[in-house]
C-alpha cells in the first residue's frame, strides 16, 4: 500500500509555483514564458521541494526562508526533464501524461525553455537571498554553491552524458563494456579491474548517483547550509540523503517496469526501449526490491541519528517513496 | 585601421581558462569535459572577461578578486555559442575558424557541454565567493543575481527566443511582422502602433539588447557589485556599458557583411542566409557605420564621467570593439 504523502507541503510549493512569474521588459517573450510553465506546471509530486521544506521542518527554519530554494530545485529538475526529452536526447514524447515541451512548443524553444528555466532558478535562489534579513549572506551563497555543484559535471549533467554514452554503447551492441564506454580514460569509474557485472553494476550507480542523487542530496544539503548546521549535525542528513537518493532511483527502475502508462504518466517500459541498464536489469525484480527495502531502513536510521524529533514529515516522505506508484 | 586589444589582460584570461578543470569523481565524465573546454579553448577575443578585469581596473578592485566572475562570463557566452549553433536553432557548422560542437561531439553531448558550462560557471563563481575574504558575501551575491538576470528571461535566453521566432516570421515570408510576431501578446515591444519600419527597428534592438546587451552590461555591472560601488557612482559605468553593448552589436552586424570567412572565424553572410533582421538591413552599411560612431562617442564620454582616471584599459577596449574587424 502507498504511504501518505506531506500534502500540505506539496500543495505550499504547487500554491507558490503557479504564481510565480518570469517577468521580462518586453512582451515579446511570453511565448518562452509558455513553454516554461507548461512543463513546470504539469502536476508531478514536487519531491525535491518537498525534501527542503521538510528539511527545514527538521532542523527549525522557517518554511518562507526556504521556500526560494525549494522552488529553484524544481525548476531545474524541470529544465533537466525537457532536456532529457528532447529528440537528440532520449527522445520521449509524453511526460506526466501530456505531450513533452519539444512535442508541443519545437525543439528550439524547448532548449530555450530549458535554459532559461535554470537561470531563473539561480536569478530568484540568489535575489531573494539578497533581500532576506534573516539567513546570513554567506549561507545562501554555501546553498547556491552546493545547488550549482549538483546539477554540473559532477552532478545531474555528468549522469545524464554517462546515461547518453552508455547508451549509445549498448545499442551499439555493446552491451558489457557500458562500465568502460563512460570511462574511456582510465578504464572503470574506480579505476579497478573486475568482472564485466561487477563493472556494469558499478557504472549503473555511478550513472544514477549523478543524475538523480546529487539533486535530491541537495534538496536536503542546500537546506542545512541555509540553516548553518556544523559538520557534526550535517553527518546524518547527509547519510539520509544518500541512502533516500539510491531509493528513489531503485523505486523509479522497478516501476518502470511494473507501472502502467496511466499511473507513471510516461510510457512503461521505456528504459527497456533505451536499452538502458537499470537495478531490475542488473538485479532482478526481487533483488531491487530487497534492495530498496534495505535502503529505506537505513534512510529511516539515519533520520533517527538526525533529528530524533521534528522529522515527521521526513518519515512520511521517504515511507512514500519506497511504495509510490507512480 | 584596427585599435590595439587590452592583450594583457587576455592572456590573463587564457591561461586562467586553460588551467580550468571540471573536476568529476568519476572518469566516465571526462569526454564531456572535452566538449567544454573544446568550445572553451576555440580562442576568441574574451570580451566580456577582459571588460570586467578592466572595470576591476577602473573602480581600484584587485583583478584576481574579479577573476572567477570574469570566468564565468565567459563559461556562459560560450554556453549560449553551443546552443546557438545547434542543428535546431541556427545550425551552424563553423565557429572560430573550427567545427562547431554538435558536429564534432554530437547534438546530445553538445546540449549537454552547454547545459554543464552554465552549472559550472555558477558552481566557480560562487564556491569562490565563499572563499574569498576581501569581498563580503552579500557583494558576491548581488553580482551572481545580475549575472543569473542577465542570461534568463530577461537576458540572452529571452533574446536568443526573440531571435529564432523573429527568424521562423520572416522565413515564411512574413519580414514585415517580426515586431508582432516577437509580441504575440500584446503588439509592439513598448505597446505603441506605429509604421512596421519602425515596428522592426524597435524589435531588432529588444533582440540584440537581451541577446547581446545584457551579458556585455552585466560585465561591467557584476563588477560594480563586486566593488560595492553606490548607485550615483555606478550610473556612468552603467550607461557606458549600454552603449558598449549596441555599439558590439553593430559591428557584429557590419562585419557579417564586410568581413571575410577567415577574419570571422564563420561562414560571412550567415545573417543573410538566416533572414535575420540587421542594423545592415534596417539602417543600410552608411546608417550602421554612422550608428556606431556614435555609440562609440557616447561610452567614451560615459566613461570620462565615470571614471576620469583609470579607465585606460576600458577606453583601449573600447576603441577596439568601434574597430575591430573579427
Redesign the interface.
Known amino acids: 500500500m502507498t504511504a501518505r504523502y506531506p500534502d500540505h507541503l506539496r500543495e505550499r510549493i504547487d500554491a507558490h509555483l503557479a504564481d510565480l512569474r518570469?517577468?521580462?521588459?518586453?512582451?515579446?517573450?511570453?511565448?518562452?514564458?509558455d513553454a516554461?510553465r507548461y512543463s513546470l506546471l504539469a502536476g508531478g509530486k514536487r519531491i525535491r521541494p518537498v525534501l527542503a521544506l521538510a528539511t527545514a521542518q527538521a532542523v527549525g527554519l522557517d518554511e518562507d526562508v526556504v521556500l526560494p530554494y525549494a522552488t529553484a530545485l524544481e525548476l531545474i529538475h524541470t529544465y533537466s526533464l525537457i532536456?532529457d526529452d528532447?529528440p537528440?536526447?532520449d527522445d520521449d514524447d509524453l511526460r506526466r501524461g501530456r505531450p513533452t515541451c519539444h512535442v508541443v512548443y519545437?525543439?528550439?524553444?524547448a532548449?530555450?525553455a530549458?535554459?532559461?528555466l535554470?537561470?531563473?532558478a539561480?536569478?530568484l535562489l540568489?535575489?531573494a537571498?539578497?533581500a532576506e534579513a534573516r539567513v546570513?549572506?554567506?549561507r545562501?551563497?554555501?546553498a547556491?554553491?552546493a545547488l550549482?555543484?549538483a546539477?554540473?559535471?559532477?552532478?545531474?549533467?555528468?549522469g545524464?552524458?554517462?546515461d547518453?554514452?552508455g547508451e549509445k554503447a549498448s545499442t551499439a551492441g555493446d552491451a558489457t563494456t557500458v562500465g568502460r564506454a563512460?570511462?574511456?580514460?582510465?578504464?572503470t569509474?574506480d579505476?579497478s579491474t573486475g568482472t564485466s557485472t561487477d563493472d556494469a553494476r558499478r557504472?549503473l550507480r555511478?550513472v544514477h548517483e549523478?543524475k538523480t542523487g546529487r539533486l535530491i542530496g541537495a534538496s536536503v544539503g542546500g537546506v542545512l547550509h541555509l540553516a548553518g548546521l556544523d559538520d557534526a549535525r550535517a553527518e546524518p542528513f547527509r547519510r539520509f540523503a544518500a541512502d533516500l537518493g539510491v531509493l528513489f532511483q531503485i523505486v523509479d527502475d522497478i516501476l518502470d517496469v511494473t507501472g502502467t502508462d496511466q499511473d507513471l504518466g510516461k510510457r512503461q517500459g521505456s528504459d527497456a526501449r533505451h536499452g538502458k541498464r537499470t537495478y531490475v536489469t542488473e538485479y532482478g525484480l526481487g533483488g531491487a526490491r530487497d534492495m530498496a527495502a534495505q535502503h529505506h531502513r537505513a534512510a529511516t536510521a539515519a533520520l533517527t541519528d538526525a533529528a530524533p524529533s521534528g522529522a515527521d514529515a521526513l518519515l512520511t516522505l521517504t515511507d512514500f517513496i519506497h511504495t509510490r506508484t507512480n
Open positions: 518570469f517577468p521580462s521588459r518586453t512582451p515579446g517573450t511570453a511565448g518562452l514564458e516554461m532536456h528532447l537528440a536526447m519545437g525543439e528550439d524553444v532548449i530555450l530549458g535554459d532559461a535554470y537561470a531563473e539561480f536569478r540568489l535575489e537571498g539578497a546570513p549572506a554567506a545562501t551563497l554555501a547556491a554553491a550549482a555543484a546539477s554540473g559535471v559532477d552532478g545531474m549533467v555528468g545524464q552524458y554517462l547518453v554514452v563512460t570511462s574511456d580514460r582510465s578504464g569509474a579505476g557504472a555511478t549523478l
